[in-house]
């Protein structure tokens, strides 16, 4: 049980990781307006989730349900 306890934490730790680079991307990019960012990628972070937010209201309730699992995978701990 303890592997299981210590892969939870590791996949937590990078959850966390994740939405922190996401969050500093958001960031970023209204900051330098998407321009020359310089050690960042060449990538849209803004773009990236307006897109999956598009995809998941095409769903209709399908795309809201998904939003709701996801939040309280995300928020339980």
Do not use: C, H, R
Not at 13 to 36: K, M
Not at 55 to 66: D, E
């Amino acid at each position: 049980m303890e592997i299981v306890k210590s892969i939870k934490g590791w996949a937590s730790a990078l959850a966390d990781v994740g939405v922190s680079l996401v969050a500093l991307g958001i960031v970023l990019e209204i900051l330098f307006n998407g321009q020359g960012i310089p050690f960042w990628p060449n990538i849209s972070v803004i773009d990236n989730i307006t897109g999956v937010l598009a995809g998941l209201s095409a769903q209709g309730l399908l795309g809201l349900v998904a939003v709701w699992v996801l939040y309280n995978i995300s928020t339980s701990k």
